[in-house]
């Protein structure tokens, strides 16, 4: 995105020039299935149907709003991964995206390994039986209490990002009398096609160590000269929600050529790249992401074709989708409260969720689609801002779509394409209550992550 983030949040309320939106669909009750889970279908009477449960069923039983994860589909792509990138590359879940222990269980019988970013989510991984091994350990501030624990349980490598991290985990893993595994995280200068919040290796920001100026060689050299330290090879992340491969190989060849200044100086080669993730992922009809085995063929390639040319053997290469993953597969279910319609403008349509339980809008102009899901209708569209219950005139979960006509209070309406972040990064604002997340399959529904109480949140408040 081009646009610049306002000091006090993006304008939201403004009014739309005529013509910046699309026209609506012909058909208000189809299904884009770039945007939906796999299992996702509509009944003759127009009711949705995910996991083959109706959403009647799930919102009497588990209440709105509720996310509702489709594990068959999140299985499906944790599968298409790992075999696009095959045994000889290495596939690391994002876990920042959404984490839970039966996330975890469903990882490790995929064959995927797990990246985590702070002691939470190690633990979380550590308890729901993720082997250390196969988790790294990312994050541009780790405390020594984090750092210390992840050496401890022996995970698989920690990414390093500063200059003082190198020292930190050298320090703690020498005392604790181990090796550990490490990679540098290198900032590479590309300005990734995507909104300023999420992108990463621009060299203004917060994570890794520059490439300009000699920064990431100096640290490699650091890292190399460290007994507690094994150096395993160079990380680089260079944002989120990128369609456009052109940011991949560009940093691709600059991480390549750090490899090889490597070799020159010190006379090894490094084993392994992180490529990072990224990947985008539909959220309108309008966006168009690249298959997993398009994106291994496409990062394989660059990867390859640099290290001859610098004369290198060919390294093991990592990714971490955890929005490509787990993005598709996961809706949030609302019930209407109020709709109000203002003569020439839009139609405000409330519910019983916002910007507690989705919070992306808000934060970078993130946009998504809706759809009327407890029934069929065949009214006229009209367009529709989707708003939260909370008092913030930001409080937005769809900025602009069309509903039809007819939609009233007591209506489901579903937003696809929620499963990265949306619970992740929930509030208590308003003191709001966190929603459950509902796996679907075959038929059942089951919560793996529960529904907040007033309990909960008083038992933190100690008065």
Known sequence: MSRSAHPAGPRHADVLPEGHYTAPPTDLNALDPKVWSDTVTRDADGALRVGGVEVARLAEEFGTPAYFLDEADFRARCAAWRDAFGPDADVFYAGKAFLSRAVVRWLHEEGLNLDVCSGGELSTALSAGMPAERIAFHGNNKTEDEIQRAVEAGVGRIVLDSFQEIVR??????????????????????????????????????????????????????????????????????????FDMAGFEVAARRVVGLLAEIRDEHGIELPEIDLG??????????????????????????????????????????????????????????????????????????????????????????????ALVSRRSDAEPMLVRVVGKHCESGDIVVKDAFLPADTAPGDLIAVPATGAYCRSMASNYNHALRPPVVAVRDGEARVIVRRETEEDLLRLDVG
Request: glycine share 10%; aromatic share 4%; hydrophobic share 40%.
């Open 169 to 242: 985990v050298a320090h703690i893993a020498q005392s604790l009398g181990r090796r550990q595994r490490v990679q540098i995280r290198v900032t590479v200068g590309v300005e990734a096609h995507t909104h300023e919040f999420i992108a990463t290796a621009h060299e203004d920001q917060k994570f890794g160590i520059a490439l300009a100026g000699g920064q990431a060689a100096e640290a490699v050299r650091r890292a190399l000269g460290l007994d507690g330290l094994e150096l395993i090879g160079i990380h680089s992340h260079i944002g989120s929600q990128i």
């Open 277 to 370: 993730g990224g990947l985008g992922i539909a959220y309108t009809s309008d966006d168009d992401p690249r298959e997993p085995h398009e994106i291994a063929k496409a990062l394989n390639e660059i990867v390859t074709r640099e290290c001859e040319a610098a004369a290198l053997r060919t390294p093991r290469i990592s990714v971490e989708p955890g929005r490509a993953i787990v993005g598709p597969t996961a809706f949030t279910l609302y019930t209407v409260g109020t709709v109000k319609p203002l003569e020439g403008l839009r139609t405000y349509v409330s519910v019983d969720g916002g910007m507690s339980d989705n919070i992306r809008t808000a934060l970078y102009d993130a946009e998504y689609t809706v």
